[in-house]
């Protein structure tokens, strides 16, 4: 249980086109989703937190007019990043809360998004 | 300021033997929690080990364990008997206070792990 995909798992586009990327809960419903943006041999950085009927929270330094976040049912969030430039070329991933019952493991990652911006 | 601290960037370890991996964080929260997750160069990230602030018993996960020591803000990751599968990154992250569904988890930088046969 508690799977999360992501589409497309890799995309290449030309310097100024925009990409969406869709993260969905497979098998759970999902109130909030977090993306993060990943460099090569960094760790995660949260972008936003993405609440299921409302306005994404955006952290410190993200631009929310480029990188707009929709969160329309409780299984389906979209990143899209628009007007792509190179510097956007990342490994983008989400992940959604469930209850933690007992584990403690409260997010379940999608597999990723390795965006290519030529 | 930065939460959480992995203070080796890298490791090298030969198979079968243990490996310890450092990781200290920052918090003023009575209640919080930490993980470690492992991503292998396929990207995914893949949940280990999980231990809350109140929980008294070191969690362990088959070969597995976290040397949790609250009092020095610690959460190392312990692996037994390493196998070359182990080869991956590492990371330590919290969770600042009660859980609620829109818990942030804040990662740690990583230790990239590599297991020599």
């Known amino acids: 249980g508690a799977v999360v995909s992501q589409h497309p798992s890799w995309v290449i586009c030309k310097s100024g086109t925009s990409v969406k990327i869709e993260c969905r809960s497979l098998?759970?419903?999902?109130?909030?989703m977090f993306w993060y943006r990943q460099f090569p041999k960094q760790s995660l950085m949260l972008m936003a937190t993405s609440n299921e009927g409302s306005k994404a929270t955006y952290e410190q330094g993200v631009e929310k007019d480029k990188f707009l976040i929709n969160h329309a049912s409780l299984t389906l969030s979209t990143l899209t990043v628009t007007s792509a430039h190179p510097e956007d070329s990342s490994f983008y991933i989400c992940?959604?809360?469930?209850?933690?019952?007992?584990?403690?493991?409260?997010?379940?990652f999608g597999p990723g998004t390795r965006l290519t911006v030529l | 300021a930065q939460k959480i601290t992995q203070t080796q960037p890298g490791m090298f370890v030969q198979e079968k033997e243990a490996v310890t991996l450092d990781c200290t964080y920052d918090t003023s929260d009575q209640s919080y929690g930490l993980f470690w997750y492992k991503q292998p160069s396929s990207g995914e990230m893949i949940f280990l080990i999980y231990q809350g602030s109140y929980d008294e018993q070191n969690a362990t996960e088959g070969r597995y364990s976290l040397n949790f020591q609250k009092a020095r803000k610690s959460a190392n990751l312990v692996i037994s008997a390493s196998q070359l599968g182990d080869s991956a990154m590492y990371f330590c992250?919290?969770?600042?206070?009660?859980?609620?569904?829109?818990?942030?988890?804040?990662f740690g930088s990583g230790t990239r792990l590599s297991i020599r046969p």
């Open positions: 992250a919290m969770r600042e206070g009660r859980y609620s569904s829109a818990s942030k988890i804040i």
């Open positions: 098998d759970f419903q999902a109130t909030t």
């Open positions: 992940s959604a809360t469930v209850n933690p019952g007992t584990s403690g493991n409260e997010q379940f």
